[in-house]
């Protein structure tokens, strides 16, 4: 089964999500705050993704992200948050969430958005294990496995979620190439995605701090003003 651990402390809203994804296909297992939230996944385990809402009582849905990323890289998230400020997206994505969905939302819209990206977790899965030649790309200190979906730089292994694998994949397979945002939205979302496209820079801004020796000045992912983003090849 696909199964998703559902965090929503009300009620009437964490009842019409498990009901709509049940519905879908999908073995949900519900938790009404962070810490339970936490606590079920050590327990129960086996998740595939993560449906999270932001303003939990207790430890919030921010810090729970966090704690999950600690975790699990390779698991997909989603955030719920009945905010509309642009910040409130911005710290989920910063703290390891693949994507969110704003209150309210439809049942279509929220499959929707689970179905696409329990897609690209599943396929990842998938592809686990050694890597025979040809399925490695080294660009300088860096080396892509694309089996077993890892990065390493100098030797040392960096953990990407499944969003900055594909983006870091993207990147690999044109380097010195200027990439535009919907491409990559794109490839790493899917083209069937209805989110926003500020949902790049932010993956953007989240790779620098694992991947440049100084983010705020970054040599490897470069912004090309009023056109994309390019791997630079140092």
């Not at 327990?43 to 449906?51: A, K, T």
């Not at 990842?124 to 890892?150: C, Q, T, W, Y």
């Not at 912004?223 to 390019?230: D, N, P, R, S």
Request: charged share 30%.
């Amino acid at each position: 089964m696909k199964r998703i651990l559902v965090v929503e402390d009300e009620a009437n809203i964490r009842e019409f999500v498990v009901i709509n994804l049940n519905r879908a296909g999908y073995d949900t297992v519900e938790a009404a705050s962070g810490e339970e939230a936490l606590r079920v996944y050590d327990e129960v385990g086996g998740f595939d993704m993560v449906l999270l809402d932001i303003a939990l009582p207790g430890i919030d849905g921010l810090t729970v992200c966090r704690e999950l990323r600690r975790r699990s890289s390779t698991m997909g998230v989603i955030m719920l948050t009945a905010r509309t400020q642009e910040q409130d997206k911005v710290s989920g994505l910063m703290m390891g969430a693949d994507d969110y969905v704003t209150k309210p939302f439809s049942p279509s819209e929220l499959v929707a958005r689970v179905d696409s990206l329990y897609r690209r977790v599943s396929v990842s899965a998938g592809k686990k294990g050694d890597a025979p030649a040809g399925e490695e790309i080294m660009l300088g200190d860096f080396v892509l496995n694309l089996r077993r979906h890892s990065l390493t730089k100098r030797g040392r292994e960096i953990e990407l979620t499944q969003i900055e694998f594909k983006i870091i994949e993207y990147f690999f397979n044109n380097p010195d190439v200027i990439l535009d945002r919907s491409d990559i939205l794109d490839r790493a979302w899917g083209d069937d995605y209805c989110g926003e496209e500020k949902i790049v820079d932010v993956n953007i801004r989240r790779l620098r701090m694992k991947i440049e020796d100084d983010p705020s000045h970054p040599h490897h992912i470069v912004t090309v003003w009023g056109l994309g983003y390019k791997w630079v090849t140092v």
